[in-house]
């Protein structure tokens, strides 16, 4: 079965906006900040977060399908893999959902990256992983105009650990147990009983938060985010 992608705009701005927030937060962090590179960034926009505290910053989306976006964003058509720019030219690389794209060739993502990002660049990732129950049954069931055939969920100790062989890592954190499909399923049930839904989405979204403070629940999230600098 094929399903629209069609989520719940309210729950989304709750769920991820911890995750959303972190380019900012780091880029508010860096001194200097010319050059953002948003790996298959598709719209771009994710990347774009980050020029908040240096609006002067250029950001350059690499992906293997651009799109035209307005928020000032340039676009290149190619892979994440052979990235364009000089060695050591860029300050901040975010990839945002790119890497479970090509599972079998993260080392090779990794090293472009850090060969691209200067000495002190910083580069967040954020990508959906295998372990949640939910999600991985969805993902059996369901197919979206979303997601592309060659994608998997990766195992969170694998990225974690591929993350620390090429960059200081300076933050891992995890998100979405119960919650992560809930923006998906709340505009599919009947339009009166969509405020409980709702309501009971935002109890599954503050469980998590705690479940996710201890290492069980953390195995059972579905994204995470890492923050490393080279
Ligand atoms: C799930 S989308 C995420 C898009 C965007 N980062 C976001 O968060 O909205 C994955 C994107 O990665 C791109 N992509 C997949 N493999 C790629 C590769 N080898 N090099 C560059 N982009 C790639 C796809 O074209 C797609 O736009």
Known sequence: MEIDWT??????????????????????????????????????????????????????????????????????????????????????????????????????????????LRPGGYIIIQEPLDGNPLANMARKKVTTTHHDEGEIPLPSAKLERLARNYFQVESVDHHFIYFYLMPHIVPRVPRILRGAARAVSRGFYRLDKRLLKKERGRKRAAYINIVGRK
């Open 7 to 116: 989520v719940d705009p309210e729950l989304t701005r709750l769920g991820w906006k911890d995750l959303n927030d972190v380019p900012a937060e780091v880029s508010a962090r860096m001194e200097t900040l010319n050059t953002i590179v948003d790996v298959g960034g598709g719209s771009g926009s994710f990347g774009a977060i980050a020029r908040k505290s240096h609006p002067e910053a250029r950001i350059i989306c690499i992906d293997l399908t651009p799109r035209i976006s307005p928020n000032g964003v340039q676009y290149i058509k190619g892979s994440g893999l052979e990235l364009p720019f000089k060695n050591s030219s860029i300050d901040l690389v975010t990839v945002h959902a790119m890497l479970h794209h090509v599972p079998d060739q993260l080392e090779m993502a990794l090293e472009e990256v850090k060969r691209i």
